[in-house]
């Protein structure tokens, strides 16, 4: 397995998502649709709580819902079925006998897929957030720097976490349930919704013991200069210590997987 | 209407006259989805999830704050209620509509076209989701629990209007799935943008239009009419003063907001058959 090859697969998987531009047009502006209304509401409950609100001010809270909304794409945080459909099928056949490891390959592939969504489905909204509300944003280069290496983390940790979810496709036939499922805890815990600081403490102790802010709320408040310096790098390190977890559970569970397999013909 | 009497008149089943056709279209979709048991259970339970990811917003919203837009905790769960329950009704009767660029780009509607029956009214009755009732069921209990413990003054007035806005919200989004269906003729691959339509007014409707600012209100009330869907009726309901800009007394119109909805939906679907070229398969 040769760096050169995960590196044509990074490579194809941003071509696969940039050939369809008008798709990732529709996506911006749906993502700046839901932003504006959710700006709105973040600054309304800002607002309603005299000003400050878990340390958001009424534009923090605003740069929150854009910032979040840019991210949609590139963190992938809702569900896709590519490797469900590709056990149900049977097609997993054929990348178990590529040589390249199926987990390296699949994660190259999606880091390819959001650096090409970064900028056209991350930029509108933030261009019409700029406009509309304003964005808080620090003056630094450095919260820039390391909130990028922190995007990548984020990337890492959702591709992980649905890869690991994906794999109960291999006892389960009908996987809608249990996407659901994900989808549901994923997406209120990742600060998707709400800001994970505005949880009420008993959800804010069950957000903590997940992947699941490693996936858009770490990124953000990186960005945002929210954490800096030594706390900055606390952050970065749990996102680290996620996405190395979160891997090597997936790589398990397709060892496990991959021993019961049966794949008919040839 | 016309082309409805021309099915009818042709009869293609023999049992139930005008309606047949379609009473034996949805019977066998809720057949089949009733097949698998368990697996509709599930499906019901991840619909019942979606509603409380929503109304998980609003919890989350509440316990820092007591008041967004004019309303407290209570009137919040009541407009929500409202508003979802009527989203998710018109996601159960139309919802599946937002295929339609799928049917589009692999030249499915072709099949529809040949059919003696409205486009329309086959793709309504083709799909129709019941796992859907899981999100209605999660609304109706929040409608009932606010209805519950608001201090609402039950007149006949009050009952009318708890009567009326659920039809003619779900009306009205129906109506916009359809708008949406009818811009896909042109659009590719914008399946998405439909979302920001549907979806969104959605998500709007389930907040006080009052939190906006002025263009989004205007756009939320006289473009996409959300607020008629739940907000409106609800400053009625709970007897609040509605903001300068809307008198509480448009609750009452939300029927008025369906049929102006339906007029440009159905105007919106017939300029998207038309503009449809087929795939020449």
């Known amino acids: 397995m040769s760096v050169a090859a995960l590196a044509v697969l990074t490579q ?3 071509k696969r998502w940039s050939a369809y531009r008008s798709a990732a047009l529709a996506g911006a502006v749906t993502n700046t649709v839901f932003g504006l209304i959710k700006a709105a509401i973040t600054m309304g409950a800002v607002g309603a709580a005299g000003g400050t609100l878990a340390g958001y001010g009424a534009i923090e809270g605003a740069t929150y819902a854009w910032l979040a909304q840019a991210l949609i794409a590139p963190v992938n945080v809702f569900w896709s079925n590519d490797l469900v459909d590709r056990i149900r099928s049977g097609d997993i056949a054929v990348d178990l006998s590529r040589p390249v490891d199926p987990q390296l390959a699949y994660l190259c592939a999606d880091l390819g897929r959001a650096a090409f969504s970064l900028v056209p489905r991350g930029a509108p909204p933030l261009l019409v957030g700029a406009l509309v509300t ?22 890492v940790v959702s591709f992980a976490c649905r890869w690991l979810v994906s794999l109960a496709a ?13 989808l549901m805890t994923s997406n209120i815990l990742c600060g998707l919704v709400v800001p994970v600081h505005w949880f009420p403490g008993w959800m804010a102790a069950v957000a903590a013991a997940t992947p699941f802010p490693s996936m858009l709320q770490a990124p953000i408040d990186v960005i945002m200069g929210r954490v800096t310096g030594v706390d900055a790098l606390g952050v970065v390190g749990v996102q680290i210590a996620w996405a190395a977890g979160v891997l090597l559970a997936g790589r398990l569970v397709w060892t496990l997987g991959t021993r019961k397999l049966v794949v008919q013909g040839g | 209407m016309a082309d409805l009497s021309a099915a009818g008149s042709r009869r293609p089943t023999a049992a139930g006259g005008l309606l047949g056709p379609y009473r034996a279209l949805v019977s066998s979709r809720l057949r089949s989805q009733l097949a698998y048991r368990r ?20 919890y989350v919203i509440f ?20 508003a979802s329950l009527s989203f998710s009704l018109a996601d159960l009767l139309v919802g599946h509509i937002d295929r339609i660029p799928t049917y589009l780009r692999t030249g499915t509607l072709d099949a529809f076209l040949l059919r003696p029956l409205p486009v329309l009214a086959q793709l309504v009755t083709s799909d129709i989701q019941l796992r859907r009732l899981g999100r209605s069921a999660l609304a109706l209990g929040v409608l009932v629990v606010a209805l519950v413990v608001n201090p609402i003054d039950f007149t006949p007035a009050v009952i009318t209007l708890l009567l009326i806005t659920p039809i003619a919200g779900t009306a009205i989004f129906c109506g916009l799935f359809v708008v949406a269906a009818g811009i896909q003729f042109w659009l590719i691959e914008g399946s998405e943008m439909a979302n920001a339509f549907t979806y969104g007014s959605n998500y709007a409707a389930t907040f006080p239009t009052s939190i906006f600012s002025l263009p989004m209100r205007v756009l939320f009330t006289f473009v996409v009419p959300a607020a008629f869907t739940a907000y409106l009726p609800t400053l009625l309901i709970l007897g609040l003063p509605g903001p300068a800009w809307t008198p509480a007394w448009w609750g009452w119109l939300t029927p008025l907001a369906a049929l102006a909805v339906w007029g440009v939906a159905l105007l919106a679907w017939r300029a998207g058959l038309r503009h449809y070229t087929g795939a020449g398969s």
């Open chain 1, 12 to 14: 194809t998987g941003w």
């Open chain 1, 134 to 155: 304003g964005l808080a944003l620090p003056g630094q280069l450095l919260p820039y720097v390391l909130g990028m290496v922190s995007v990548v983390l984020a990337v």
């Open chain 1, 170 to 182: 291999f006892w389960l036939i009908e996987m809608r349930g249990a996407a659901t499922l994900y």
């Open chain 2, 63 to 82: 316990s820092s704050i007591s008041v967004l837009g004019g309303l407290d905790f209570a009137g919040l769960a009541l407009l929500f209620g409202l």
């Open chain 2, 39 to 58: 697996s509709f259970a599930l499906d019901v339970l991840g619909s019942f999830g979606v509603g409380l990811i929503e109304f998980a917003e609003v």
